[in-house]
């Protein structure tokens, strides 16, 4: 991961040597620093750009990937920013000296870059430096760079160009902490400041326009005054007029960067979420990998929701993107040749995005995103503004009613796409000037225990949204719970879908249905697992409850699909 929480908000709960160490270095660059300049907003064009881009690839890719390990957190040794000297990982020493052995033959910056515009990417931002300390660049002010290996090639200069010959906008990740150089977090930080502003120079001008700067810091002691930002940012404006940094930089920056999490609704201010497309940032062997369908859901709710999604790979330590992955990308690259109207140039609303639904606009058009579900027609707010037609993106007419303060759509499921069915509502003036509406939850449900009552994000709720990712989950001391929802409606099941978040640990349960104030039972089953699935005989009733008899370690369920 990039940025790990410390395991104490306080600084001072470090340690007191840390905590010392720490307010001389504060106290004495506050003295330095003086009152923030009034830099230079980011440009106006350049951001519009960013955001109509909408989706980039992340690469994380150094020395780290010989030992399949994740970058810098996999090394040893003392983090003086973060008051930590863990012993578990690769000793400093042995993860420092990966480098000599390090050399992907195998890599090509124009197959790189093939392969995101493959996946319908526009823009691609490379570790530049990590945590750890190692240039990806022929910097001149160090030795412990990729020039220096047996590779002894610039790799940043090779994909930079690679970039602006394809027409693909280049970002460059940079660590400004520095867990190898032996001034960092010192008395001397002042000369380590030097150090690190010298390689963003470098960045910035040796590797022609680069349009994106993503700083990472978030752990440790992070001020405007910690990295000298007085100094810095005019640089970076002078140096790159267009370019948009992230706030992980003592919190000045253009963007907010939601990490393995999809951000909220927010459409006046920019972000990015950036996430990764296995388990781990860099190159890991045998890696699970997202679902193609929940690559897609996430891009969808991130544009939904105004961000972007910076999607990240790790290269194998030969220099080739792993061909697993690069098969999904490509068949996230089929979904977007069709649906990459509703993507590029959008912005999101007029509804907040929820894990069924999604919309995007632009001009006189809304795109409706309807991710999955098992109902023939959608309602939703109603809009300030007309509806002139509706149609699937990829053809097909959609009956459409605005009436009693709803807009219902209406699809036949044999038209429906399992994943996303996309709807493109043609109105009679602007989407843009259209309010911003919330669609109300239709998820009724309640259960008899939440884990430490943490209803947001692991109330009953979640075990009916149509979303893998979420689940219900309980206390660990618990054996029985129930788990009940319930429709506006009488409503026949034929067949029952659960998935246990964590399968195992239901040993018995029934499936029920409210008959005035009794519960009556469908039938009794023993273990659940990820995939179980039941048919039965017609049941109709407006609540159907999960019993669980006996359990183990706290059940917790995923999704629970009446049908």
Known sequence: MLIRPLQNKSICSISCVFSTIAILIVSELFALAGNPPDFPAANPDALARWQSNRFGMFIHFDPCSLTGQEISWSRAGERRDRGE??????????????????????????????????????????????????????????????????????????????????GISLGFYYSPPDWHHPDFFTTNQTEYIKYFQGQVREL?????????????????????????????????????????????????????????????????????????????WSWKPDDQLKPVAQIIKTLVLCVGGDGNLLFNVGPMPDGRIEPRQVDELKQVGAWMDKNSESIYGTRGGPWKP?????????????????????????????????????????????????????????????????????????????????????????????????????????????????????????????KHAWLATSFAAPKTIRQVKISEAVAGRVQKFELQYRDGSDWKTIFIGTTLGEDFQKSFSPVTAREFRLNILDATGGPTIGEVELL
Not at 214 to 234: K, M, Q, R, S
Request: with cysteine.
């Open 354 to 478: 929820t894990k069924a639904i999604a919309s995007m606009r632009k001009g006189d058009v809304i795109y409706v995103h309807i991710l999955g579900g098992h109902v023939d027609t959608i309602e939703l707010p109603d809009l300030a503004a007309k509806v002139k037609s509706a149609s699937l993106l990829n053809g097909g007419e959609v009956k459409f009613l605005q009436t009693d303060g709803k807009l219902a759509l209406t699809i036949p499921l044999a038209l429906r796409d399992a994943n996303d069915t996309v709807v493109k509502l043609k109105l009679d003036g602007s989407a843009m000037a259209l309010p911003v509406l919330e669609i109300p939850s239709t998820i009724k449900a309640t259960a008899s225990n939440v884990y430490q009552n943490e209803k947001a994000d692991f109330g009953a709720q979640q075990a009916f949204d149509d979303d893998a990712q979420t689940r219900w989950a309980t206390d660990g001391n618990i």
């Open 85 to 166: 000297n863990p012993k578990d990982g690769t000793p400093a020493a042995e993860y420092d000296a990966l480098y000599h052995q390090f050399n992907p033959t195998n890599f090509d910056a124009r197959t790189w870059v093939s392969i995101a515009k493959s996946a319908g990417m526009k823009y691609i931002v490379f570790t530049a430096k990590h945590h750890d300390g190692f240039a990806m660049f022929d910097s001149k002010l160090t030795d412990y760079k990729i020039t220096q290996s047996p590779f002894g090639r610039d790799l940043c200069a090779e994909l930079a160009q690679a970039c602006h010959d394809a």
């Open 204 to 280: 910035l001008s040796n590797y022609g326009q680069v349009d994106e700067l993503w700083f990472d810091t978030d752990g440790g002691v992070n001020t405007p005054e910690t990295w000298g930002n007085a100094e810095l940012f005019p640089m970076i404006r002078k140096l790159q007029p267009q370019i948009l940094v992230t706030t992980r930089c003592g919190g000045w920056g253009d963007f907010g960067t939601p990490e393995q999490r999809i951000g909220g609704f927010q459409n006046d201010a920019p972000w990015e979420t950036c996430m990764t497309i296995g388990n781990q």
